[in-house]
């Protein structure tokens, strides 16, 4: 795999150019994002969240965040639990309204998360280790999006 292969880089179309030169001088800056990634995305120990499931949040994170192509590749990892990526879905049909109602929250509205959003979590059975594994994933998508709009402002595209 090479730096072009991340998610980021796909994502932002970045091959190569100007903006792949730069890219290359920090490729251990794309490595350890990738990194980050397959830790949120597919960690050894999923807890109550497992890999499609994670694929299919982090599709949706991106889709709200105004990134398609990078919804898209989260997407492609969703399997079952793809229909969760759309934002139109609320998760009633999964049993999941807590979480995506959670997710979205966090993605969106962070400052106004609140303790009783967490309690609302916990009373629907979600460990706290959870709880902090699916911020996690929220984190880290957020940071990738800032950095996939910003490849595209450094190569003159709109973000």
Request: hydrophobic share 50%; charged share 20%; proline share 4%.
């Amino acid at each position: 795999m090479t730096i072009y292969d991340t998610t980021t880089l796909g994502a932002a179309g970045v091959t190569g150019g100007r903006v792949g030169a730069a890219v290359e001088t920090r490729a251990n800056i794309m490595e350890a994002t990738q990194a980050a990634e397959d830790a949120v995305l597919a960690p050894n120990d999923p807890g109550a969240f497992p890999h499609p499931l994670r694929a299919a949040l982090a599709a949706r994170v991106a889709a709200l965040g105004g990134e398609p192509a990078l919804a898209e590749r989260h997407a492609a990892r969703a399997g079952a639990s793809a229909a969760l990526a759309d934002p139109a879905q609320d998760g009633t049909d999964q049993g999941l309204s807590h979480l995506v109602a959670f997710v979205d929250k966090v993605a969106n509205d962070t400052r106004n998360i609140a303790a009783e959003d967490i309690a609302g979590l916990q009373t629907a059975g979600v460990a706290d280790a959870d709880i902090v594994r699916i911020c996690e994933l929220v984190a880290f998508v957020a940071y990738q999006l800032r950095v996939v709009a910003g490849l595209r402002l450094m190569q003159g595209a709109a973000a």
